[in-house]
């Protein structure tokens, strides 16, 4: 029977702000329903190599959250999952969650690898920002939680052409199973928290910036991918075009944010995160030469200011203060960047290697609809809409919000955010 003043709350997204709540939550005693779409949790902050301001490595941090949050008694983990419904009332509510089959029993699968060893399918893979390829059959990357594979309907040759099932031979623990449907269930919660996380804006609508037409041009978080020990390249960065070591980077900010014509916003974190990866990019090899082009640096987090010093000085990062009008390419389809110099406003060109695009965080492009279904409103940006003076609530009651799902926000400040989402649905379900 379904009961009121229920001390469960439902966290929508399994990133780094869904994770600390969670765990917030569930320390509190409090029974935690943690859905995410994906097959792993981890989110954005999984796709990472290192995180600013002490570049310790990005997975070392998560892992550990990761392992906790499968683990903890009070949280139950809803995986390829998504809520399609939503009724009741405050302290109350019923959530319907459909869930899509994963094809491989869960208390069978011990990750071994064999299936996807044996896979004769590749298809790109979105977790490696489709750098590379992966197998109908796999897992979204080696530390993911849960640790279980996952079947690609929509590529594997069983589904599409009625054939193979070489990963049901090889699996010695016969845990494939072709006949697991797509489910529905209905849950009864208290309360909400929405962290759903964010989307890249995609520069392919810039065409002067010449992405998706030359190849030594890419996005900063493929890049994190490409420079990654766990991506496609194994930690040795080489350019797209020719396999050769870059020796010239140059990182472009604000690609789509502080635009009228795109996104108005500033994302925040991008003077950080540039800073970050030209730092990891001269760790793996001490000749780069690193210039990042800005309008305005924005570093107002504690030592912020002192790690972009950090840069210059150990480093040897260069601060260009100019507007990028324009990416050519030449012969060698080395990127030539023309800009404006703001400080004396004089046209320049230089030449490089490899070209990084700090690319505006964006809503989720399915965010809008996730606010219909909870009856909750998005802003002029399409972010979740919160109050003016109490962040984290939003425009609905027993609703809350925390990390990018509501505004561009680095990972400490996600964490803060779904920390103080945490305490206010506990403050809620444990008063009734």
């Known amino acids: 029977m379904l009961g009121k003043n229920l001390k469960t709350v439902m966290v929508i997204g399994g990133g780094i702000a869904g994770i600390q709540a969670s765990l917030d939550l569930a320390e509190r005693g409090i029974n935690v329903e943690l859905v995410e779409k994906n097959a792993c949790i981890g989110g954005r902050m999984a796709q990472l190599d290192k995180t600013f301001p002490t570049n310790d490595c990005s997975i070392c941090i998560l892992a550990p959250k990761l392992a906790e949050c499968f683990r903890h008694p009070n949280i139950t983990l809803h995986t390829l999952s998504e809520v399609k419904n939503l009724s009741g009332q405050p302290g109350n509510f019923i959530v319907k ?41 796999y897992i ?23 054939a193979c099932r070489i990963c049901e031979k090889v699996c010695e623990r016969e845990a494939i199973d072709f006949d697991q449907k797509d489910e529905e269930m209905e849950l009864n919660v208290g309360s909400v928290i929405v962290a759903t996380g964010y989307d890249i804006f995609n520069p392919k609508t810039l065409d002067s910036l010449g992405y998706g037409r030359y190849p030594n041009v890419v996005t900063a978080l493929e890049f994190e991918r490409l420079i990654s020990a766990s991506g496609p390249l194994g930690g040795h960065l080489t350019r797209p075009s020719d396999k050769n070591e870059p020796k010239k980077l140059a990182f472009i900010n604000c690609v789509g944010s502080r635009d009228i014509k795109n996104n108005p916003y500033c994302s925040s974190c991008c003077c950080m995160y540039t800073t970050k990866e030209a730092m990891i990019a001269y760790e793996h090899d001490n000749e780069i030469d690193t210039s990042i082009f800005y309008i305005d640096l924005r570093a107002a987090g504690k030592g912020f200011r002192e790690y972009i010093q950090r840069g210059c000085d150990e480093y040897a990062i260069k601060y260009i203060k100019g507007k990028v009008a324009k990416i050519l390419e030449d012969d060698q389809r080395n990127p030539l960047i023309i800009y404006e110099d703001i400080n004396t406003s004089q046209v320049k060109q230089l030449k490089f290697d490899l070209v990084i695009l700090a690319s505006t965080m964006i809503p989720k492009k399915d965010a809008g609809e996730l606010a219909k279904i909870l009856g909750i409103k998005i802003n002029d940006f399409n972010f979740f809409k919160a109050e003016s003076y109490q962040p984290q609530k939003s425009s609905k009651e027993g609703i809350f919000l925390c990390g990018t799902c509501r505004e561009p926000m680095d990972i400490p ?7 103080g989402a945490a305490a206010k649905a506990a403050e809620m379900v444990m008063r009734g």
């Open 413 to 419: 400040n996600s964490v803060i955010d779904a920390s």
């Open 97 to 137: 969650i459909f869930k899509k089959a994963r094809y491989v029993k869960a208390e069978e699968c011990i990750n071994c690898g064999q299936c996807i060893e044996k896979c004769p399918m590749r298809v790109d893979d979105e977790f490696d920002m489709k750098l590379r390829k992966r197998r109908a059959i």
């Open 140 to 162: 979204d990357y080696v530390q993911g939680v849960p640790s279980i594979m996952t079947i690609d309907k929509e590529n594997c040759l069983f589904f599409t052409k009625n």
